[in-house]
């Protein structure tokens, strides 16, 4: 059995010199038994993956770096890619590589340091949003069959934009893709995103709204996460699809949009519609019916064929008959109907004479009356309605139903009868 190195029974090692090999057994497996599950915090440098799918990094803060592995198996599990830079903690075991006689963190998980604080809040942040009814499945709209006008709300430059334009012209070539430039990572990131989707909705630029970005770390999807964007995706009138990251990134935005692709590419699939399979669905009803017909033509086909020359000949003069008969009715029809038409336009026609012949100046002049004017060109009324609008010796102008005369006041007077 193998004598602890550091341990409080052995403050001094045989005297007999020990292999290197043995004292790297002795330092490991000292380290394994201390530290077989312990959590670091740092900064990931030198990441790369091996030809075996191991992940190979250094763990480092301002005074100390230290070498970590992680394994394929576990690896694979990760939500993300591990990238320098990244502020980690990694829990796993302490061993020592013997060959290299350097210890190592053997990691068997990672997550984003401060993470469990991001996703607490994030948690938080959803039961408010869904207890006022913003996730609700009541408030889903669908997307449209096949839009002509499909809009896009990310990076002008990243990843993403570029499967979407590429799947939406293979699949849609037909579609109008109107991108609203968005900044998709950083503090003005969910301003950007939120306004973009209400300039959209509120124009109408759009049948269907796409709203994503490439995959990232937790950290750079949090703007997708916004209360800004969540309420504006969930007020949208158009229908929005979310596509943020990967399939196994989330954001809150998700649960607001009306449909949630795991993938920006995915995400011009569902907007897209297929005209490929619209072609095929349209031969395949169009060949449906030329069967149908030919099915039809074909057993009217054997009926005619059933029929004697004789019953033939009935059926056909019977047939000319209705025919007949139909187009009388529809003469009678429409000649009972153009009847009443023009006897309503006759009657109208003589009310509005009779309105015109009572109107007419003329007409009443016929019987006894006449109109005097002034002939002073500079008079404000030239029609003279009254006595009091003359003098004695003022020129007139009488017009008669039959001509004119021209005559000189000589005195007035005032009826107060009226």
Same mark, same amino acid.
């Given at each position: 059995?193998?004598?602890?190195?550091?341990?409080?029974?052995?403050?001094?090692?045989?005297?007999?010199?020990?292999?290197?090999?043995?004292?790297?057994?002795?330092?490991?497996?000292?380290? $394994?038994?201390?530290?077989?599950?312990?959590?670091?915090?740092?900064?990931?440098?030198? +990441?790369?993956?091996?030809?075996?799918?191991?992940?190979?990094?250094? *763990?480092?803060?301002?005074?100390? =770096?230290?070498?970590?592995?992680?394994?394929?198996?576990?690896?694979?599990?990760?939500?993300?890619?591990?990238?320098?830079?990244?502020?980690?903690?990694?829990?796993?075991?302490?061993?020592?590589?013997?060959?290299?006689?350097?210890?190592?963190?053997?990691?068997?998980?990672?997550?984003?340091?401060?993470?469990?604080?991001?996703?607490?809040? *994030?948690?938080?942040?959803?039961?408010?949003?869904?207890?006022?009814?913003?996730?609700?499945?009541?408030?889903?709209?669908?997307?449209?069959?096949?839009?002509?006008?499909?809009?896009?709300?990310?990076?002008?430059?990243?990843?993403?934009?570029?499967?979407?334009?590429?799947?939406?012209?293979?699949?849609?070539?037909?579609?109008?893709?109107?991108?609203?430039?968005? *900044?998709?990572?950083? !503090?003005?990131? %969910?301003?950007?995103?939120?306004?973009?989707?209400?300039? &959209?909705?509120?124009?109408?630029?759009? !049948?269907?709204?796409?709203?994503?970005?490439?995959?990232?770390?937790?950290?750079?999807?949090?703007?997708?996460?916004?209360?800004?964007?969540?309420?504006?995706? %969930? &007020?949208?009138?158009?229908?929005?699809?979310? %596509?943020?990251?990967?399939?196994?990134?989330?954001?809150? +935005?998700?649960?607001?949009?009306? =449909?949630? /692709?795991?993938?920006?590419? /995915?995400? %011009?699939?569902?907007?897209?519609?297929?005209?490929?399979?619209?072609?095929? !669905?349209?031969?395949?009803?169009?060949?449906?019916?030329?069967?149908?017909?030919?099915?039809?033509? /074909?057993?009217?086909?054997?009926?005619?064929?059933?029929?004697?020359?004789?019953?033939? $000949?009935?059926?056909?003069?019977?047939?000319?008959?209705?025919?007949?008969? /139909?187009?009388?009715?529809? =003469?009678?029809?429409?000649?009972?109907?153009? $009847?009443?038409?023009?006897?309503?336009?006759?009657?109208?026609?003589?009310?509005?004479?009779?309105?015109?012949?009572?109107?007419?100046?003329?007409?009443?002049?016929?019987?006894?009356?006449?109109?005097?004017?002034?002939?002073?060109?500079?008079?404000?009324?030239?029609?003279?309605?009254?006595?009091? !609008?003359?003098?004695?010796?003022?020129?007139?102008?009488?017009?008669?139903?039959?001509?004119? &005369?021209?005559?000189?006041?000589?005195?007035?007077?005032?009826?107060?009868?009226?």
């Amino acid at each position: 059995m193998l004598t602890p190195l550091f341990s409080e029974d052995a403050e001094l090692l045989p005297q007999t010199p020990l292999s290197v090999s043995r004292i790297t057994s002795l330092i490991k497996h000292d380290l $394994e038994s201390r530290y077989p599950d312990v959590s670091v915090e740092g900064e990931l440098s030198n +990441c790369k993956i091996a030809a075996s799918g191991h992940l190979y990094f250094s *763990l480092k803060d301002e005074q100390a =770096v230290m070498q970590g592995v992680m394994f394929r198996r576990d690896l694979l599990t990760l939500s993300f890619v591990p990238r320098d830079g990244m502020k980690v903690v990694a829990r796993g075991g302490i061993s020592l590589y013997a060959a290299r006689g350097q210890y190592q963190l053997i990691a068997r998980s990672l997550n984003h340091a401060g993470l469990g604080e991001i996703l607490a809040m *994030l948690e938080a942040r959803k039961r408010k949003l869904a207890a006022e009814g913003l996730f609700d499945d009541s408030r889903k709209k669908p997307l449209p069959f096949f839009p002509t006008r499909i809009g896009v709300v990310t990076s002008p430059s990243g990843a993403a934009i570029r499967d979407i334009i590429k799947v939406l012209k293979r699949r849609n070539p037909k579609a109008h893709i109107i991108l609203l430039p968005a *900044l998709v990572q950083g !503090e003005e990131a %969910a301003y950007s995103i939120a306004a973009r989707i209400d300039q &959209a909705s509120r124009w109408n630029l759009a !049948e269907v709204l796409i709203v994503g970005r490439g995959g990232g770390s937790i950290e750079d999807l949090l703007p997708f996460s916004d209360e800004r964007v969540v309420r504006a995706v %969930a &007020a949208s009138r158009i229908p929005v699809i979310s %596509a943020v990251g990967h399939e196994t990134d989330w954001a809150l +935005c998700d649960y607001a949009a009306d =449909v949630r /692709a795991p993938t920006p590419s /995915a995400a %011009a699939e569902l907007a897209s519609g297929d005209l490929g399979l619209i072609i095929r !669905e349209i031969d395949q009803f169009s060949e449906m019916l030329a069967h149908s017909m030919r099915r039809v033509l /074909a057993r009217a086909r054997e009926r005619l064929s059933m029929v004697s020359p004789r019953r033939m $000949e009935a059926l056909l003069v019977r047939k000319h008959i209705e025919m007949a008969q /139909a187009f009388d009715t529809a =003469v009678e029809r429409m000649r009972t109907s153009m $009847e009443s038409r023009m006897e309503q336009l006759r009657r109208r026609l003589e009310l509005a004479a009779r309105t015109l012949e009572i109107a007419n100046p003329h007409a009443v002049m016929k019987r006894g009356y006449s109109i005097v004017r002034k002939t002073d060109p500079s008079a404000r009324a030239r029609v003279v309605r009254s006595a009091s !609008e003359v003098q004695p010796g003022e020129q007139v102008h009488i017009v008669f139903a039959s001509g004119e &005369a021209g005559a000189i006041i000589e005195k007035t007077s005032q009826d107060n009868s009226s």
